[in-house]
Nanobody, 124 residues
Framework: VQLQASGGGLVQAGGSLRLSCAAS????????MGWFRRAPGKEREFVAG????????SYTDSVKGRFAISRDNAKNTVDLQMNSLKPEDTAVYYC??????????????????WGLGTLVTVSS
């Protein structure tokens, strides 16, 4: 599986961005997908995960109510809608995929495939 994330950019605090991740491969619909981020000087952290059907999602506490993950298995894409952005959301965002079933795993080692990342900068 090859992943390509896009949609990052510069936005003011309180604004919105929508990240998209395009995946190659005919087995996309069977993969758990996730979004992670790495802020400057910090470790990579889990942001959101979604199961194969899109019916189950999981979020880290700091983005609950502001971010929404979704997927379109017909288009092989997974999106992350980010609203009410805060300066602390500034990070490189990565999409990831795993053939496993643990859509709510916070552990990056759970994921076998990674995209290159897209930079999100939120100004105050």
């Amino acid at each position: 599986v090859q992943l390509q994330a896009s949609g990052g950019g510069l936005v003011q605090a309180g604004g919105s961005l929508r990240l998209s991740c395009a995946a190659s491969g005919r087995t996309f619909s069977s993969y758990v997908m996730g979004w992670f981020r790495r802020a400057p000087g910090k470790e990579r952290e889990f942001v959101a995960g979604i199961n194969w059907s899109g019916g189950l999602t999981s979020y880290t506490d700091s983005v609950k109510g502001r971010f929404a993950i979704s997927r379109d298995n017909a288009k092989n894409t997974v999106d992350l809608q980010m609203n009410s952005l805060k300066p602390e959301d500034t990070a490189v965002y990565y999409c990831a995929a795993t053939p496993g079933s643990r859509y709510n795993s916070r552990w990056s080692g759970e994921y076998a495939y990674w995209g290159l990342g897209t930079l999100v900068t939120v100004s105050s």
